[in-house]
């Protein structure tokens, strides 16, 4: 039976074990490295051109400040194309998607989502792969089946995870809002900010099911470090696989959508089916996974 009580003070235990422990130093420093790097990928190459028509203008009599903008906007508009001509192809996005992600919403922002989506998966396991596992092999859970039900050391554990996950994505999506504010002029700044927020809810939503298989995993294991790695094979390493096979067979490509990778890009689509049918899915694979999770977590011997 559920127990409100229990539910927050375990989410709340996890959450703050996540914060302080080790694992979740490491998890919070790897996720902002690595969300980091991907975004310098995409914005890097406009601060470098801005940089080098700078130095050539300082070096150029007679430029003012209006031929050094006008020279700064039209390279800009330049590297714009490129890094779309990229999401193209690592997406391959419809005409009407296309047009949102780039017309109606700030293009190079879209870039970095859709680099931030396939980090995704990778995100999620670091943050979720010891949701029980640990406990498990170390017999720990045992002392609080004395004083608790099994439904609310999983639930508990899971809601703390993915409260973890939340603040960890939400601190790595304001550090880029706030520098892409603060150093890009391609954008206006205000579109710039909300397509980000926008982007992290979505990106959240592509989190929830990679959580959800992580806790099913980790009820399975005995061990943190085999929860990790099965975790990352299946969550991470495979879909990856298929991603790459995919842009060679149609067949493999089609297989994608028997896991929640196929359907990332449905989450950058604007408000219409495709949308909620990507929501649908996310929320579907989440619903099975814990379940499963679930199921698992009570009938083995803790």
């Not at 194309?81 to 997406?91: L, T």
């Given at each position: 039976?559920?127990?409100?009580?229990?539910?927050?003070?375990?989410?709340?235990h996890?959450?703050?074990?996540?914060?302080?422990?080790?694992?979740?130093?490491?998890?919070?420093?790897?996720?902002?490295?690595?969300?980091?790097?991907?975004?310098?990928?995409?914005?890097?190459?406009l601060?470098?051109?801005e940089?080098?028509?700078?130095?050539?203008?300082?070096?150029?009599?007679?430029?003012?400040?209006?031929?050094?903008?006008?020279?700064?906007?039209?390279?800009?508009?330049?590297?714009?194309?490129?890094?779309?001509?990229?999401?193209?192809?690592?997406?391959?996005?419809?005409?009407?998607?296309?047009?949102?992600?780039?017309?109606?919403?700030?293009?190079?922002?879209?870039?970095?989502?859709?680099?931030?989506?396939?980090?995704?998966?990778?995100?999620?396991?670091?943050?979720?792969?010891?949701?029980?596992?640990?406990?498990?092999?170390?017999?720990?859970?045992?002392?609080?089946?004395?004083?608790?039900?099994?439904?609310?050391?999983?639930?508990?554990?899971?809601?703390?995870?993915?409260?973890?996950?939340?603040?960890?994505?939400?601190?790595?999506?304001?550090?880029?809002?706030?520098?892409?504010?603060?150093?890009?002029?391609?954008?206006?700044?205000?579109?710039?900010?909300?397509?980000?927020?926008?982007?992290?809810?979505?990106?959240?939503?592509?989190t929830?099911?990679?959580?959800?298989?992580?806790?099913?995993?980790?009820?399975?294991?005995?061990?943190?470090?085999?929860?990790l790695?099965?975790?990352?094979?299946?969550?991470?390493?495979?879909?990856?696989?298929?991603?790459?096979?995919?842009?060679?067979?149609?067949?493999?490509?089609?297989?994608?959508?028997?896991?929640?990778?196929?359907?990332?890009?449905?989450?950058?689509?604007?408000?219409?089916?495709?949308?909620?049918?990507?929501?649908?899915?996310?929320?579907?694979?989440s619903?099975?996974?814990?379940?499963?999770?679930?199921?698992?977590?009570?009938?083995?011997?803790?």
């Amino acid at each position: 039976m559920l127990r409100k009580a229990h539910l927050n003070l375990i989410a709340r235990h996890s959450l703050k074990h996540g914060i302080r422990g080790g694992a979740g130093l490491v998890s919070i420093a790897l996720t902002l490295l690595i969300g980091l790097f991907l975004a310098q990928c995409a914005i890097g190459p406009l601060e470098r051109v801005e940089k080098s028509v700078d130095f050539a203008a300082d070096r150029t009599p007679g430029i003012d400040n209006d031929q050094r903008n006008f020279a700064k906007q039209k390279a800009n508009d330049q590297i714009v194309k490129i890094a779309v001509k990229g999401m193209e192809m690592a997406m391959d996005p419809s005409t009407d998607q296309l047009d949102y992600l780039t017309e109606e919403k700030p293009a190079m922002v879209s870039v970095m989502l859709v680099l931030l989506f396939l980090a995704t998966p990778l995100f999620a396991c670091l943050g979720g792969f010891n949701q029980t596992a640990g406990d498990i092999g170390s017999k720990g859970l045992r002392f609080l089946l004395f004083r608790t039900e099994r439904a609310n050391i999983f639930w508990g554990r899971f809601f703390g995870t993915l409260g973890f996950t939340a603040l960890v994505n939400l601190l790595l999506f304001g550090i880029l809002t706030i520098y892409m504010v603060a150093k890009l002029n391609v954008h206006p700044k205000d579109d710039m900010a909300m397509w980000m927020l926008q982007g992290y809810l979505r990106m959240m939503v592509f989190t929830l099911p990679y959580l959800a298989l992580c806790a099913w995993i980790s009820s399975a294991m005995e061990s943190a470090f085999g929860s990790l790695a099965i975790s990352l094979l299946v969550a991470f390493f495979l879909p990856l696989f298929l991603g790459i096979a995919g842009s060679f067979e149609d067949v493999v490509k089609y297989a994608q959508y028997a896991t929640p990778w196929g359907w990332k890009y449905w989450l950058l689509e604007p408000l219409g089916p495709k949308f909620l049918g990507g929501l649908a899915a996310m929320f579907g694979f989440s619903a099975l996974f814990l379940w499963l999770g679930h199921r698992n977590f009570n009938r083995r011997d803790l």
